[in-house]
């Protein structure tokens, strides 16, 4: 017969444990006090520790991660579409080392690399617009477009979309990922943005939630629980793709520096879903404590806290 544990004893081991996920002591009074927002007006006892472990504990001792180099690809590095002439005024090929990094010194159980793999005349094209198979909103119809516009489309698929110069052409120089980038022995592709009239910002699903790619599937085959992205554009394609991410249920976040994007108005918009989500916003070294298993980010814990806390309260 086992010796029967104290409250404080099963509070004491559940901040041991929680500490060692962190590894940095200034964060000790946040988990304290996670533990304190999860237990409320209940008491630790053996059910209450089973679920905290089951909840929170256990994904990080079962951990398997994905890399998701998101379309790292000419057009977005020195082409048509380049990142560098967003007024965010960021480097592509300065993210480059840092991805290379990850693909190269890191260890993950999973890579993917996303491409965007457009039709020559896909919905997304500022210059096919106004062609005869596409029907604009009478509003959009009247008016002078530009590239960037923000138009909306009433048939073929009713759909808002943002127009851009022509960019990822299936099979030509911009579609294909980037010379200087790293490429992974094993890896898997996806090519999303196919659907002449649908545009993908997400490496999951089109725009418009109706179909879902690959990527899903071959994380849940892989028993992967927690995605480690980065790539182009920071704003649009990463965030869509962490977003679903995330919605997924996946532990998620950003190497920052691996990143970059085009809007900075965009950029702060993507770093606010991404904490109002517990997405994190990592750097170069967490992403390495990750991938060692030595730390991990308090948004993670913070987010699996919460979703345990929900549990145990019948909270919804």
């Known amino acids: 017969m086992g010796v029967v544990q104290t409250e404080n004893e099963i509070r004491d081991e559940m901040k041991r ?31 209450t520790e089973e679920l905290f472990r089951r909840v929170v504990l256990k994904p990080f001792k079962t951990l398997r991660t994905a890399l998701l180099v998101v379309d790292f690809q000419n057009d977005f590095v020195s082409g048509s579409l380049s990142i560098k002439e967003g007024d965010a005024e960021q480097d592509p090929l300065e993210a480059l080392p840092h991805v290379n990094n990850l693909l190269q010194n890191l260890n993950w159980n999973v890579i993917v690399y996303s491409q965007d793999w457009h039709p020559s005349n896909h919905i997304s094209f500022f210059e ?26 009433v048939k073929p698929v009713s759909t808002i979309q943002v127009l851009y110069p022509s960019h990822c052409i299936q ?15 094993g890896a898997h592709y996806i090519k999303k943005g196919a659907d002449v009239y649908v545009d993908a910002y997400s490496a999951f699903s089109d725009n418009c939630g109706i179909k879902q790619s690959e990527l899903e599937m071959l994380l849940r085959k892989n028993d992967i629980n927690a995605v480690i992205g980065c790539g182009l554009a920071y704003d649009i394609c990463v965030m869509h793709t962490l977003k679903d991410a995330s919605k997924h249920g996946f532990l998620t976040c950003i190497v920052k520096s691996g990143s970059k994007g085009l809007s900075s108005l965009k950029m702060e918009e993507a770093n606010k879903m991404f904490q109002k989500r ?18 991990f980010p308090i948004e993670w814990i913070r987010l699996l806290v919460h979703q345990a806390t929900n549990e145990l309260h019948g909270k919804k």
């Open 17 to 47: 444990e929680l500490t060692l996920l962190v590894n940095e002591v200034d964060l000790i009074p946040e988990l304290e006090q996670m533990l304190d927002e999860f237990i409320e007006n209940k008491t630790w006892n053996e059910d």
């Open 171 to 185: 099979g030509g120089w911009g579609s294909q990922l980037h010379l200087g980038l790293q490429r992974v022995e």
């Open 128 to 153: 096919h617009a106004r062609n005869p198979d596409r029907e604009l909103a009478p509003e959009d119809k009247s008016r002078k477009l530009r590239p960037f516009d923000i138009v909306r489309f």
């Open 278 to 295: 517990g997405v994190a916003i990592i750097d170069d070294e967490m992403a390495q404590l990750i991938s060692r298993r030595e730390a």
